[in-house]
């Protein structure tokens, strides 16, 4: 019977291998009303996976389990877990332990229960606000023996609704916990707690003569432990390397309330397992980081910006080429975006092009020790660029303010999104050159479905940010969207997630890029640090581990 | 007419920069901090260049006074669309007690060495907002003035300028050779585009000096002390409408 379903079921036409192009057409038919990977154990990134072979006995018993049909759409959330409810005794042992930081206000509630792009909303009745360490490890020790759910919250300016609660979870704000506890000046490495926001974090340096070594849209409002915890990359990576390597010490409070005090201040420690690693990017579903150690760069003396336009994206692909071997060493970023997004900018935010109109545009940073070595470096690369070409027109930055305003036409591509109607984000890792396949196939997809579909990103490090517009909240749109652009970048070896994570909204779709025996094991770290599961539920392992 | 405008452009800190005072109060850190050109210094360039592309005028002149770093200043200019520049080179000592009184010297002999038909600068500089040049040198040159302009438009050999004042707008006629300052909402100035850069590095600034001018630098003005403004000082949050109240009352402020 298996066969002939096989053979009768047309697949679509994916760019994929025929053995995930077999297993999708079986499994479609067994699974009519929802996406595919909501009760799917088999993942398609088992390509080696023995059971995946039509006909075998394994094949057979897990298809006869997908008989039952769904409950939700794999984003939504799952059912509540059976957590307890807060009683008038837990208010009366938090305002003892935090006076006057225990909030239950709605009204005060509110915006902490929403998420930042108002996709995501909780119903959690309480907030607690600590100060120190030892507060949160008193919280979650008696949240943990009387078996509350609770949901660490930063800056609240995640993407995936994983900072806000999903049901009654109480929220566990670091916002009061944000003072700066050392820096020296000759390592660069800083200590502080991990309620700091970003941006004071980086004037704080600067004023010292360093940098954060990372940098993003949300730095006004996103704190070093969300940071931490979501293992941000933002628009600095491409220089400074990710939070795993830049991260030097962690200070953790784990689900019963101990203290695991890792915030070495030491560039180099091979004594044992290197247990920071497993937090920074786990989401607030392994521990609270209270405090972070973290090496900062020096602050560039000479910063230029370029803002360039290109008529075809193979263009733009030998651009970059071009700018890593011309800049090197100076290069410290290179975005891109598309007109569509410059459309947006200048519809939405009034912001004018700073050059003609072209298909693609890139933003380039640099940022070097010596002024003039790196105007030198700079101008040629410029004119080798127009004279090639490769750059149909652009401009150069080297003053603050003009810095700033360039800088904008890319950092301000989020908030222009949110003004164009409900917005469908992806952020996927692909293989550099097939990054705008995805936007152009999405576009010829979805045809007049979708109000605006644009792509922009961190090209250099081969993430897009790809978005889609409708007016309003479109089930028949992302039925139209998910699962291709899971599919599709599933078939090229890509992330489904670059650098959001996984939150709420995407837990479930952890198998497009993670074999199944790795997400097992996830799930034996998870119940191995949190055996009663009480830190950030339902977010980032998929509902079918449990 | 000529059809030459001359434009001043002034270097001034950048105004995204953090200013420090010196340790010794006698000014502010300028060493080793970012420099750009003047942003109502830019709208005046940009009026200029538009002038010139709608072929109301002919040429373009950027002029700037200081040291060798102005000359970073002038090429801005020329990026943005000017055909010259002149440097008009003022260091060390006299660099430091320059103000409007001596721009305006300097620019007044320019404008007739030039045989400008208009002087367009910027209506104050955001390190002194001494708000003077433009109208000094109108007054040495016995020129009419279009000052804080958020409008202008040729017509033959007059100038109509809509000016912003406190009441609200003033439109006036004024005859040329005439000298206008620009006020924020005259323009929006360009960016510079990259094949525009280049061709500015092989546009011409020529070297002039003071004395050649037959401009005497002296300054009748004498720094005394540069301070920085008292720190605002930390609010105080109360818990409760009661505190609130009491502190009001505390602080004999009700």
Redesign the interface.
Known sequence: EIQTVLMSTSARLFRSSPLTVRLRAALRPLCPHSTLTCTARLSPADVHSPFLACGSGQFVASTRKLHVEPKSSPDGAPERLPFSKVTEEDLAYFRKILA?RTITDPDLLESSNVDWLKTVKGSSEVLLRPQTTEEVSQILSYCNSRNLAVNPQGGNTGLVGGSVPVYDEIILSTSLMNNILTFDNISGILTCQAGCVLENLSLYLEERDYIMPLDLGAKGSCQIGGNVATNAGGLRLLRYGSLHGTVLGLEVVLADGRVLDCLATLRKDNTGYDLKQLFIGSEGTLGVITAVSILCPRKPKSTNVV??GCETFEELLKTFQLCRGMLGEILSAFEFLDSECMRLLNTHLKL?N???DCPFYIVIETSGSDQDHDSQKLDNF??KA?ASTL?T??????????I?DLWSMRERVTEALTHDGFTYKYDISLPVERIYQLVTDMRQHLGDRAKSVVGYGHVGDGNLHLNITSPAKDPALLAAIEPFVYEWTASCQGSISAEHGLGLKKRNYIYYSKPSQAVALMGNIKAMLDPKGILNPYKTLPDDLK | MSGRVLVGVKRVI????KIRVKPDNSGVVTDGV???MN?FCEIAVEEAVKLKEKKLIKEVVAVSCGPQQSQETIRTALAMGADRGIHVEVAGKDYETLGPLQVSKIMAALAKKEDAQLLILGKQAIDDDCNQTGQMTAALLDWPQGTFASEVSLDGDKVKVVREIDGGLETIKISTPAVLTADLRLN?PR?????N??KAKKKKIANVKPADLGVDLTSRLEVLKVEEPPQREAGVKV?TVEDLVGKLKETGRI
Do not use: N
């Not at chain 1, 027109?393 to 003009?402: F, L, M, N, P, R």
């Open positions: 006057g803002f360039l004018p700073p050059i003609t410029l004119e127009m750059v027109d652009g401009t150069v930055a080297t003053e603050q303010s003009k700033k | 950048d105004y995204a920069v970012k420099h750009s942003p929006t960016y510079a585009t990259l094949p850069i280049m818990e």
